[in-house]
């Protein structure tokens, strides 16, 4: 095997130096396009970085897929690497997912010991599940076609190097929802003249939980967290317009839709009771990620034959995925890889201080290229 860890730990935190938010990852793009035009890929740029490696003579083809875009984060911690963009941070670890994938190319270009067309796919603006429908959109599925998809993500907390996956449902759904009430403001003193929006706000809150637990099955997995309240009020102001602002994951669409169903009611029924006027929207940004069986096999095979702590039928996550665009179009695998138990590689995703653990580099480029032999055998004679 080639030891490239020097190289992936520079690009990681060349990477981390200089994060870029969704759709603005123009730097990181060209990074990645330079890398890979070096190694003789055949480079294809949109909205995101499409690198095809061909070897041999099969007519099969997989992707690999790692997303490129930061977060608008203050990064708090301290290292000689830390963000040089004011208010954006890696703060995913998207860094090292490039990092890993690019490590494979270099990896496969040097020893390519499959048969078929890998496609590596560098996907923008994971984080506001944009990216994989704006690549498919711009055609990627006909210009690239493949037979199966992967797509790994660290996960903190877990033991450096395990991998945990499973068949079926692994990431929840997100649905934003705003809610905006229109009553009478009037004195602060004098409620009784008025239809004070804050009241009826927070009566929309308090029934908007008995969705999840008395509406749903029990144990179903969704969740329902309002995240904003806003009004027009002052101190002695009572509003007369306010908005409610959250988040519902769920882990099926039929939990999906019924939320929203119950959600749609509870705002007609306290506006008819309270004499106001509701407007209600519900937007899914991202759908549930769902696994197929046969890539699922082949990540825990690989894992296995490489000696990695594996996990076959982990809990579905509550978090969301843009994967999921991709899979829900070929079949595909999304899987976690442990980014470690301590210190900053254990801090929760989305953290100020949370950091990739460079340690894990060559343990996911091994796993990738392992991947790629595994499912784009040579035929041996």
């Known amino acids: ?39 003789d890929f055949e480079v294809y740029e949109g909205c995101g970085v499409v690198g095809v490696l061909r070897n041999g003579t099969s007519s099969r083809s997989i992707g690999l897929r790692a997303d490129m875009d930061a977060l608008p984060i ?85 033991p450096i190097g395990q991998i945990s996956t499973r068949t079926g449902l692994i990431c929840s759904s997100e649905s934003l929802f705003e809610i905006k009430i229109k009553g009478q403001g009037g004195h602060a003193s004098m409620p009784h003249l008025g239809q004070d929006t804050i009241t009826v706000g927070a009566e929309i809150i308090q029934a908007l939980q008995t969705v999840v637990s008395r509406k749903l099955t029990p144990g179903c997995g969704a969740v329902l967290s309002v995240t904003e ?87 579905p996550m509550s978090f969301s995925e843009d994967f999921a665009h991709f899979s829900n179009a070929i079949p595909g695998c999304f899987l976690l890889l442990g980014n470690g138990s301590k210190g900053k590689n254990a801090r929760p995703l989305h953290s100020s201080d949370y950091d990739f653990n460079d340690d894990l580099l060559p343990i996911g480029s091994d796993f990738w290229t392992a991947l790629v032999a595994d499912r784009l055998p040579l035929v041996k004679g």
Do not use: W
């Open 74 to 158: 203050t990064e708090r911690s301290v290292h000689d690497y830390v963000s040089q963009r004011e208010g954006v941070m890696h703060a995913c670890g998207h860094d090292g997912h490039m990092a890993m994938l690019l490590g494979a190319a270099q990896k496969l270009t040097k020893s390519p010991n499959f048969d078929g067309t890998v496609v590596f796919i560098f996907q923008p603006n994971e984080e506001h599940g944009l990216g994989a429908k704006a690549m498919i959109d711009e055609g990627f599925l006909e210009k690239h076609p493949i037979d199966e998809v992967y797509g790994i993500h660290n996960l903190p907390g877990a």
């Open 229 to 315: 309240f806003f009004t027009d009020g002052q101190r002695n102001v009572l509003p007369g317009h306010a908005s409610l602002k959250g988040d519902v994951r769920a882990r099926s669409k039929q939990d999906r839709d019924q939320i929203e169903g119950f959600m749609q009611q509870i705002c007609k029924g306290i506006e008819i009771s309270h004499n106001v006027t509701t407007k209600f929207t519900f937007d899914t940004q991202f759908i549930e990620t769902i696994n197929s069986a046969e890539p699922v096999n082949a990540v825990v095979r690989v894992s296995d034959a490489l000696g990695l702590e594996t996990i076959s039928n982990r809990e």
């Open 1 to 39: 095997m080639v030891d490239n860890t020097k190289i992936l730990t520079a690009l990681r935190h060349n990477f981390h130096q200089f994060p870029e938010l969704g759709f603005c990852e123009d730097q990181t793009k060209c990074t990645i396009a330079n890398f890979l035009n070096d190694l």
